[in-house]
C-alpha cells in the first residue's frame, strides 16, 4: 500500500512523494511548497504539516530526491521577512520564479539574483533552500555560488540541514567536494572522516586539494590520527586524483614503491592514468614489475605442527596465485584507459598472472570486451 495515498494533497509529505513519482512537475511541486509561506493560502497547510518539526522534517528529508528541499523550505515558514507580508500579491509569483531558476541544470547566480526583487538571498533560510535546490538539480557550480555569496552566515545550527540531526544531507556523499569546501568554509557544514573521504574520491583533483586544506584549518588535521598515516597514503594511491595524491604523500611525507604502480591501478575501473603517468615517467616505475604480495603466516593458529605446515603450504600457493603485474591489474578490473597507458609505456602482454594467465586470458574471463580488443590490437 503507497503511504502518500493517505496523505493530504499538497502537504508537503504528499507533494514530495508525488513529484518523486513523477505525477507533477517542479513548477507544480513548488508551486505546492511554497503555498504554505503564504498566510492567506489557508487551504496549503494540512494535519501532516501541523506534526512536530522534528518528526516531518525526518520523514522529508528522505522522501525523493527533492524531499530535502521540502524540507528546507518547510523552515522558511519561521522566517520574518518583508517579503512575507506582499501587500501587491507579487510574492508568490517571485518565490516560483527563483526557486524554479535555481532548479535548472544550467541557472546561473546572476540568473537567479536578477529574479531575486525581494532579496531571498539576504535570508539564511531562502539561501539554504536555494542551494539544496540547487544541489538536488545537480547544478553543483550554483549551489557553490549562492554558498560563497558575502556575508555568508548559515541558519542556526537546529535548522541547518547540512547539520542537524536527522537530516539525509549531513556528510551526503552526493554533494562534490567544491561544494563541500565551500559549505565548511563558511561554517555551513561540519569537518568529518567521510568529507574527508568526499575529499580524496573527487573526479575534480584541484576540488579535493581546497577541501583538504579547508579541513586543516577547521581542526581537522589529517595528522591528528595515527590510522591516517597507515591508510591514507595506500587509499590516496588507489582512488585519487594526481593532485590528491601528491598532497596526500606530501603531508605524510611517502614516495613511490616499486608496488606502487599495480597498486594504482588494482582498485580502479576506469582512470588513473595520470596517476600511472607521474609514477612511471617522473619516478621511473618499471611497467613490468611484478607484484608477490607477501605471505600472511600470522594468521594461521599455532596448532598441530603438520597442520600449521600444511596451513603454510596453503598459504603459499595462495601468495604466488596472487602476483601480478599492472597490466594484469588492469585487464581485471576492465581498465581500458590503464591498459592502453601501459602498453603504450612497453608494458608485456606475454608475462602471465599467478594462476598462468596472461592480461588477454584475464581480460577474456572477466568479459571485458572493449579492453579484449585493445589487447588484441597491441598483440605481435
Known amino acids: 500500500m503507497d503511504p502518500a495515498r493517505h496523505m493530504t494533497p499538497r502537504s508537503y509529505l504528499h507533494t514530495a512523494a508525488a513529484l518523486h513519482k513523477k505525477e507533477i512537475s517542479k513548477e507544480e511541486f513548488f508551486r505546492r511548497c511554497l503555498a504554505h509561506l503564504d498566510p492567506h493560502e489557508s487551504g496549503a497547510q494540512s494535519p501532516e504539516d501541523s506534526v512536530p518539526l522534528d518528526k516531518l522534517l525526518g520523514s522529508l528529508f528522505w522522501k525523493g530526491s527533492f524531499g530535502p528541499v521540502a524540507a528546507a523550505i518547510k523552515l522558511c515558514e519561521s522566517e520574518e521577512l518583508s517579503l512575507l507580508n506582499d501587500s501587491q500579491g507579487r510574492k508568490g509569483e517571485t518565490l516560483l520564479q527563483v526557486f524554479s531558476a535555481a532548479a535548472e541544470p544550467g541557472a546561473s547566480l546572476e540568473s537567479v539574483r536578477s529574479l531575486d526583487s525581494f532579496c531571498m538571498l539576504s535570508s539564511a533560510l531562502f ?164 607484484l608477490i604480495p607477501a605471505a600472511d603466516y600470522g594468521s594461521i593458529p599455532k596448532t598441530d605442527p603438520r597442520d600449521r605446515a600444511e596451513r603454510e603450504h596453503a598459504e603459499k600457493l595462495l601468495t604466488r596465485s596472487r602476483k601480478k603485474t599492472a597490466l594484469h591489474a588492469a585487464a581485471f578490473k576492465g581498465n581500458t584507459d590503464a591498459v592502453s597507458f601501459l602498453l603504450e609505456r612497453g608494458a608485456d602482454l606475454d608475462i602471465q598472472d599467478g594462476s598462468g594467465r596472461t592480461a588477454l586470458a584475464i581480460a577474456t574471463d572477466e568479459g571485458h570486451n572493449d579492453v579484449v580488443q585493445v589487447l588484441k590490437r597491441h598483440k605481435p
Not at 555560488?145 to 540531526?165: L, Q, Y
Not at 586539494?209 to 586543516?216: C, G, K, N, P, Q
Open 127 to 290: 539561501r539554504q533552500a536555494l542551494i539544496v535546490t540547487a544541489l538536488r538539480a545537480k547544478n553543483d557550480n550554483l549551489a557553490r555560488d549562492i554558498t560563497e555569496i558575502n556575508p555568508s552566515v548559515p541558519p542556526p545550527a537546529n535548522k541547518c540541514v547540512f547539520t542537524m540531526k536527522g537530516s539525509r544531507l549531513i556528510d551526503d556523499e552526493s554533494i562534490p567536494a567544491g561544494v563541500y569546501n565551500a559549505l565548511i568554509k563558511h561554517g555551513w557544514a561540519s569537518p568529518s572522516h567521510r568529507v574527508m573521504q568526499i575529499a580524496l574520491s573527487s573526479p575534480n583533483g584541484a576540488d579535493g586539494v581546497a577541501l583538504l586544506d579547508t579541513l586543516s584549518t577547521k581542526s581537522f588535521s589529517l595528522r591528528s590520527n595515527p590510522l591516517y598515516e597507515k591508510s591514507l597514503p595506500q587509499l590516496a594511491l588507489g582512488i585519487s586524483q594526481l593532485e590528491v595524491l601528491q598532497y596526500i604523500w606530501r603531508t605524510f611525507n611517502v614516495s613511490p614503491t616499486p608496488e606502487s604502480l599495480v597498486q594504482a591501478v588494482e582498485f580502479r575501473d576506469e582512470g588513473g592514468v595520470g596517476v600511472m603517468r607521474w609514477l612511471v615517467d617522473e619516478h621511473g616505475l618499471d611497467v613490468n614489475y611484478v
